[in-house]
């Protein structure tokens, strides 16, 4: 049973934007909030979090300045806003929860919880 729904991928031209969202249930609104991504033969990269406590966000290098993460409390909501979007950026996003606060760092092994994912294709 998934907990998480993502959606709002697609197929952009470089340059282009994009705009997922998490639907996550409501036991979730006191979780660590992430973003993450996934190339065929690579590992899975942590993108930004959201702690759904202090509102901290925490973004990895390679997006600062070109992504967002945000969130609708009463929506249940977790989005991240992608613009200036690159080739490199070709992934499988997911969305995934923690049941703590988040950490400085975007750790994979810290979440618990996955959505199934939604692609995103930059040509």
């Known amino acids: 049973h998934v907990q998480l729904v993502e959606s709002g991928g697609g197929s952009v031209q470089a340059g282009g934007s994009l705009k997922l969202s998490c639907v996550y249930p409501?036991?979730?609104?006191?979780?660590?909030m992430g973003w993450f991504r996934q190339s065929p033969g690579k590992e899975r990269e942590g993108v930004a979090t959201?702690?759904?406590?202090?509102?901290?966000?925490v973004y990895a290098d390679s997006v600062k300045g070109r992504f967002t993460i945000s969130g609708d409390d009463a929506k249940r909501t977790l989005y991240l806003q992608m613009n200036n979007l690159k080739p490199e950026d070709t992934a499988m996003y997911y969305c995934?929860?923690?049941?703590?606060?988040?950490?400085?760092?975007?750790?994979?092994?810290?979440?618990?919880?996955w959505g199934q994912g939604t692609q995103v294709t930059v040509s």
């Open positions: 995934a929860a923690a049941p703590w606060v988040c950490s400085v760092e975007i750790r994979a092994s810290d979440f618990n919880y």
């Open positions: 409501e036991r979730y609104e006191s979780y660590c």
């Open positions: 959201r702690d759904n406590n202090d509102k901290t966000r």
